[in-house]
């Protein structure tokens, strides 16, 4: 028996569902990406909210790929999801009540067009906002280069330019879009990535989102590992029901949301959720400190033959190395809210990493590393060197992720990355690596660091002994 509105009542009383009448709830959330992090996170604290006001449904949209919808299409848009801790909590969530594909493309512009929807957010991971270096949309992107002159939208600017253009058209009124993924300013950043596009093809659309559209930041954390075998074992056995894709986190979120909203906001409060008026130092800490450490232990740790961070967190050198990393060079760069320990907080990311009920991949977060390392170490980076502060650790990450992209050029097995061609064919070259501006900026040209990376890189050399490198 599949899960579905019609078996829901067949559920376990173990198992939390929603506590409010789907039939009564409306879209007025559009969702890009509703990968395993929105479904973990957002579209959870959503399901906590609609009880209190239902208007707050979740349109959710794919723009890649049929995965979704298929999955969850037959199950009325449910799913479980298992929160991992020492004991597994199991909830089905009932947010997502639409599921449309790139195939629906009216669908999808009417839905962005409605004056019901009040709210667009995305999680379509860094490399789906086509940024360069400098926070700009990429206009010289392929995938942008078509949006310039095509007809149809493909990339997610392309879609929110459509979706804003029939908006405006329709005389939908004022809306929020808010980017969730892990780009530091990602609300700034998110809006240059709709706006040069609108600016480039239509600059009465570009003013008219000027004046009612806007873009707030926010930190979204909870450490969400790929659906795996074990989990689906668990949620059939748990629940009794079959379930195409259940999601796994742990059982620790936070939720920080710039209080920017052109209008109505959903209470996400209500569900723990927190507005401020100044993300910055949240997505900071959360940036530099977490994923930061989160990129290390991947890199560092699969040279070291290791695959989870359970176990980067086991092997004792590598655990007291990404410790001293976070704070003796990486929290000297970051100005924390008011409400914020640091030290607290980094004692606290250390904990949540060894956790002993999750099996996160470091294959995973090794994925897309020429997207994620410039805002999780490379920001560091430049701090440091403009303070006069040593770089020598926060070189080793970096060299660890060449050595990394080396192995899998030696190995053949993929390399998750757009950059992969580029970084494939300057494996072994660390100069030539460093010179890659869109990753490094203008740090390939700085001796110091460079000189800090060439040494870490021998450190790393196969065959030496690794845990000496990481001191
Ligand atoms: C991880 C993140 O995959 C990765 O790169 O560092 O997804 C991390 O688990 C989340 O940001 C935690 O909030």
Redesign the pocket.
């Given at each position: 028996m599949r899960l579905s509105d019609a078996t829901l009542a067949d559920l376990p009383a173990s198992v939390a569902r929603p506590g409010y009448d789907r039939s009564a709830v409306t879209p007025g959330i559009v969702h890009i990406g509703p990968g395993a992090?929105h479904r973990a996170h957002q579209a959870a604290c959503v399901d906590a909210i609609l009880g209190a006001d239902p208007r707050w449904g979740i349109s959710a949209v794919a723009l890649n790929s049929t995965g979704v919808a298929d999955a969850l299409g037959p199950q009325d848009g449910l799913y479980t999801l298992a929160l991992l801790g020492k004991a597994t909590g199991y909830r089905v969530i009932g947010s997502i009540v639409e599921l449309l594909t790139a195939q629906r493309r009216n669908a999808i512009l009417s839905r962005i067009a409605a004056p019901t929807t009040r709210l667009v957010t995305t999680t379509v991971t860094e490399k789906g906002y086509h940024l360069d270096a400098g926070g700009a949309l990429d206009l010289d992107h392929p995938a942008i280069v078509r949006e310039l002159t095509g007809a149809e939208p493909s990339t997610l600017s392309g879609w929110l330019v459509a979706g804003l253009a029939a908006r405006r058209a329709a005389g939908g009124g004022a809306i929020t879009l808010m980017a969730c993924d892990?780009l530091a300013d990602n609300g700034p950043r998110f809006r240059r990535a709709v706006r040069d596009l609108a600016a480039a093809r239509d600059p009465d659309l570009a003013a008219w989102i000027d004046d009612h559209v806007r873009f707030p930041s926010t930190m979204?954390?909870?450490?969400?590992p790929a659906t795996d075998d074990p989990l689906r074992r668990s949620v059939r056995a748990v629940t009794g029901l079959d379930d195409a894709w259940p999601i796994q986190r742990e059982a620790f979120t936070q939720w920080v949301i710039e209080d920017d909203f052109a209008g109505d906001r959903p209470p996400f409060d209500l569900a723990g959720a927190q507005f401020t008026r100044d993300v910055r130092g949240f997505e900071n800490a959360k940036l530099r400190l977490?994923?930061g450490a989160?990129?290390t232990l991947a890199y560092v740790g699969s040279l070291m033959g290791l695959a989870t961070v359970r176990d980067a967190m086991a092997c004792a050198p590598l655990a007291a190395f990404a410790a001293r990393l976070m704070r003796e060079d990486i929290a000297p760069s970051i100005v924390p809210p008011a409400e914020m320990d640091l030290s607290a907080y980094i004692d606290a990311v250390l904990d949540r990493f060894a956790n002993p009920a999750i099996a996160?991949q470091l294959a995973?977060?090794a994925?897309d590393g020429s997207q994620?390392l410039p805002y999780r170490l490379c920001d560091t980076i430049r701090d440091a060197r403009a303070a006069g502060r040593p770089v020598d650790r926060l070189a080793i990450p970096i060299a660890a992720w060449f050595r990394f992209v080396e192995l899998r050029k030696g190995s053949g097995e993929q390399l998750v990355d757009p950059r992969a061609d580029a970084l494939l064919s300057r494996a072994g070259d660390v100069g030539a690596l460093l010179a890659m501006r869109d990753v490094f900026g203008d740090l390939g040209e700085d001796a110091v660091f460079v000189a800090a990376v060439e040494r870490a890189y021998a450190a790393l050399a196969p065959g030496e002994n690794l845990a000496a490198a990481l001191k």
């Open positions: 992090f892990n979204v954390d909870s450490i969400t977490l994923n989160h990129s996160h995973q977060i994925w994620k």
